[in-house]
T-cell receptor, first 112, second 114 residues
Framework: RKEVEQDPGPFNVPEGATVAFNCTYS??????FFWYRQDCRKEPKLLMSVYSSGNEDGRFTAQLNRASQYISLLIRDSKLSDSATYLC?????????????FGRGTQLTVWP | DTAVSQTPKYLVTQMGNDKSIKCEQNLGHDTMYWYKQDSKKFLKIMFSYNNKELIINETVPNRFSPKSPDKAHLNLHINSLELGDSAVYFC?????????????FGQGTRLTVV
């Protein structure tokens, strides 16, 4: 059983569309949650942290449901530059000093 | 200033050779990692060091040996390279005990074994 599961996509959407990605995690004791973005042939970069109360950063909204062990990312008004792979990341709590678990990523292509 | 820097960016070498990848972070973080990203794009952890102490050592062939001379550096040495070692290797760092503790990645080293 994978620690973090994501729908791999690909998601192909037109500019201006709203798109949502989902992610589930297996360890109920997980401590911190993030969405990363990885462009082709580049390193992963932090897009946003995910807080229990949900949080928004411009066109991006992240939600966390601890009871269901579920994380989501909503992108409104998609831009061509949003095309990338989005990685769901969960930080463990425990003896491994906060190990990070990465999902396999969801690929998004925004077309004009 | 680059927060996490790794060298080289590209590495092409023959099977059987020994090579090293270097990583340095100037963020003052206490934890550093090596990840391998294969052709299927999955980021798989290899090693993690916290304050120079090895804390995560995944099932990695012992041809791979990390070395952390201080908490700002984590190098990866690979002996007797094989074709299957071809991948992108990412170094990362984080401050584990801080709220959040997100990881910052280097630009990656694209290793090709021929």
């Amino acid at each position: 059983r994978k620690e973090v599961e994501q729908d791999p996509g690909p998601f192909n959407v037109p500019e201006g569309a709203t798109v949502a990605f989902n992610c589930t995690y297996s360890n109920s004791a997980s401590q911190s949650f993030f969405w990363y973005r990885q462009d082709c042939r580049k390193e992963p970069k932090l897009l946003m942290s995910v807080y229990s109360s949900g949080n928004e950063d411009g066109r991006f909204t992240a939600q966390l449901n601890r009871a269901s062990q579920y994380i989501s990312l909503l992108i409104r008004d998609s831009k061509l530059s949003d095309s990338a792979t989005y990685l769901c990341v969960v930080r463990d709590r425990g003896s491994t000093l906060g190990r990070l678990y990465f999902g396999r990523g969801t690929q998004l292509t925004v077309w004009p | 200033d680059t927060a996490v820097s790794q060298t080289p960016k590209y590495l092409v070498t023959q099977m059987g050779n020994d090579k090293s990848i270097k990583c340095e972070q100037n963020l003052g973080h206490d934890t550093m990692y090596w990840y391998k990203q294969d052709s299927k794009k999955f980021l798989k952890i290899m090693f993690s060091y916290n304050n120079k102490e090895l804390i995560i050592n995944e099932t990695v062939p012992n041809r791979f040996s990390p070395k952390s001379p201080d908490k700002a550096h984590l190098n990866l040495h690979i002996n007797s390279l094989e074709l299957g070692d071809s991948a992108v290797y990412f170094c990362a760092s984080s401050q584990v005990r801080a709220l959040g503790g997100e990881a910052f990645f280097g630009q990656g080293t694209r290793l090709t074994v021929v």
